[in-house]
């Protein structure tokens, strides 16, 4: 049976870890080789902002490691991600560049919404029970070394994903001297933990009964092999959780090193970790916690696999990133039917001028996200909404979309409504989002809001048609569509300059 290799390479906050798959023609794959290494990389960046040319010489010096297995292994496919670490590194570039330089790999720096949206990617490509589970409210709790990813998933569709300062490195290192003074770490971190839970609680959950938590992160391993001494798989109840967390708390971080087989460095994230999950545990009232054994390597590999269609999965992600940004239309009170409507509207203007735009799928989601969130901003200042509009989309994350893609709809919600200034005059305010992204897509968002403009659905559908150098809308309605046909003109403008095509508006009447 045919196969190839490949390596996924994960540069985090705690580790440095590569794992060889084997991927076969039945679009599926196996690991058969890892090596993991512990190094700290975020103590030097959650403490002191950048890492330090100690740390990214250690760095180089196990990505060189990693490059000699793959080469034992032939394998030249291959795709290495940083997190936390170093995407919060005043350093950075310094830090690329010196892999880049010393090593010759390519490690691409992601965003939280990235990382986080890669990590639920692995979960469902490799826990074969996760759909049974989140048939039943769940919560989706991913604990990193600099934050925790909480997702609540509504009978197998997400509703909610957010992100909280919390992670593991970040709370041992913050409190550890506090802990010290008192002698009650557990308590301080207990806590610290529990005030940023509640407030997750209280905006998110208030009467939701949230009956299941599924649970990864990179202390999961550890935890597991405690689990094996309670004779535990990967289903906990409240009272082994229980007995779990009692032991984690009477014993410190040398003697879990010792009893468990870890380094130490790890051994002092267990109780860090766990005190997240009791915390989340207590304030959702959930019945069973599920640890499966899923790290953020397999999310490399499967969302590898997605990326080049070699695996079909039974889940729909890109239901999941519009479920993201419907919650936060619906957070902003924004009209459902409206944005719905528009949505439907931009999306077939879109298709129909594919080969004008030379667009694809990315840019189409990035449209259709921005069409449910272009009129949050009127919930905060109806005077200013498209200006609060982009500034809540760009300081609100969205699962799977990088900083630049999520930049992008920032600005198409904006110039959807304002003028659009030439690339010179704006440059230095995009932020890294593509200017003709954002002109081409806020052209299309712009004639498709105007054609909804009364917010009462007058026209029910649209179909386009390409003659020379018009293109003509024919909206079929029995409504009157004068407010939509006398405000079309100005945004026919707009259009017209970023594609050389004239939009025309004609009214057919329904049937």
């Given at each position: 049976m045919a196969y190839k290799l490949f390596a996924a390479i994960y540069v985090g906050s705690s580790e440095i870890s590569m794992k060889i798959y084997e991927i076969n023609g039945r679009k599926s794959f196996r690991q058969i080789d890892g090596v993991t290494k512990i190094i700290e990389l975020g103590k030097d960046t959650y403490r002191k902002g950048s890492l330090s040319t100690t740390s990214i010489r250690q760095v180089c010096e196990i990505l060189n490691e990693f490059?000699?297995?793959?080469?034992?292994?032939?394998?030249?496919?291959?795709r290495a991600y940083a997190t936390s670490a170093i995407r919060e590194a005043e350093n950075t570039e310094f830090i690329l560049d010196s892999i880049k330089r010393n090593v010759h790999l390519l490690v691409q720096v992601l965003s939280n919404s990235e990382q986080r949206y890669m990590n639920f990617k692995g979960l469902v490509a490799k826990y074969k029970n996760f759909h049974q589970v989140v048939s039943k409210n769940t919560a989706f709790v991913d604990v990193g070394a600099g934050s925790v990813q909480i997702s609540l998933f509504d009978k197998n569709n997400l509703s909610v994903t957010e992100n909280i300062p919390i992670g593991a490195v970040r709370i041992r290192d913050y409190l550890s001297i506090v802990g010290r003074q008192s002698g009650r770490l557990d308590q301080i971190i207990a806590e610290y933990v529990e005030s940023?839970?509640?407030?997750?609680?209280?905006?998110?959950?208030?009467?939701?009964?949230?009956?299941?938590?599924?649970?990864?992160?990179?202390?999961?391993?550890?935890?597991?092999?405690?689990?094996?001494d309670f004779d535990i798989d990967e289903q906990i109840s409240k009272d082994q959780f229980t007995a779990i967390y009692n032991r984690v708390v009477t014993m410190n971080p040398q003697a879990l090193a010792e009893r468990y087989g870890i380094p130490y460095e790890r051994a002092t994230l267990v109780l860090p970790t766990i005190l997240i999950y009791k915390s989340f545990l207590n304030n959702c009232k959930a019945d069973e916690i599920?640890?499966?054994?899923?790290?953020?390597?397999?999310?490399i590999t499967a969302a590898y696999m997605d990326e080049g269609s070699r695996v079909v999965f039974e889940h729909d992600f890109t239901e999941d990133i519009l479920a993201s940004a419907y919650s936060i239309s619906k957070r902003y009170k924004c009209?459902?039917?409206?944005?719905?409507?528009?949505?439907?509207?931009?999306?077939?203007?879109?298709?129909?001028?594919?080969?004008?735009?030379?667009?694809?799928?990315?840019?189409?989601?990035?449209?259709?996200?921005?069409?449910?969130?272009?009129?949050?901003?009127?919930?905060?200042?109806?005077?200013?909404?498209?200006?609060?509009?982009?500034?809540?989309?760009?300081?609100?994350?969205?699962?799977?979309?990088?900083?630049?893609?999520?930049?992008?709809?920032?600005?198409?919600?904006?110039?959807?409504?304002?003028?659009?200034?030439d690339y010179a005059r704006i440059s230095s305010e995009l932020d890294g989002a593509d200017y003709l992204t954002v002109a081409k897509l806020a052209a299309i968002l712009r004639i498709a809001?105007?054609?909804?403009?009364?917010?009462?659905?007058?026209?029910?559908?649209i179909s386009v048609s390409i003659k020379d150098s018009q293109m003509i809308i024919f909206a079929n309605t029995y409504e009157d569509i004068s407010l939509e046909a006398g405000l079309f003109e100005t945004g026919a403008d707009f259009f017209e300059k970023v594609y050389g095509l004239r939009p025309v508006l004609r009214q057919k009447r329904s049937v």
């Open positions: 490059k000699k297995k793959m080469h034992e292994y032939q394998i030249t496919d291959y940023d839970i509640v407030t997750f609680r209280n905006l998110y959950l208030n009467d939701k009964e949230i009956k299941n938590i599924i649970v990864v992160g990179e202390v999961v391993e550890t935890i597991k092999r405690m689990m094996a599920y640890i499966p054994k899923v790290d953020f390597c397999d999310g009209n459902r039917s409206h944005v719905e409507r528009t949505s439907d509207i931009a999306l077939k203007i879109f298709d129909s001028v594919k080969k004008i735009h030379g667009m694809g799928k990315i840019e189409r989601l990035q449209l259709q996200i921005a069409a449910i969130l272009h009129e949050c901003g009127n919930y905060i200042n109806m005077h200013n909404g498209a200006e609060n509009s982009y500034y809540i989309v760009a300081n609100t994350e969205i699962l799977g979309l990088s900083h630049k893609e999520r930049m992008e709809v920032a600005n198409i919600v904006k110039y959807n409504m304002l003028y659009l200034p809001n105007i054609l909804d403009k009364s917010h009462l659905q007058k026209i029910e559908d």
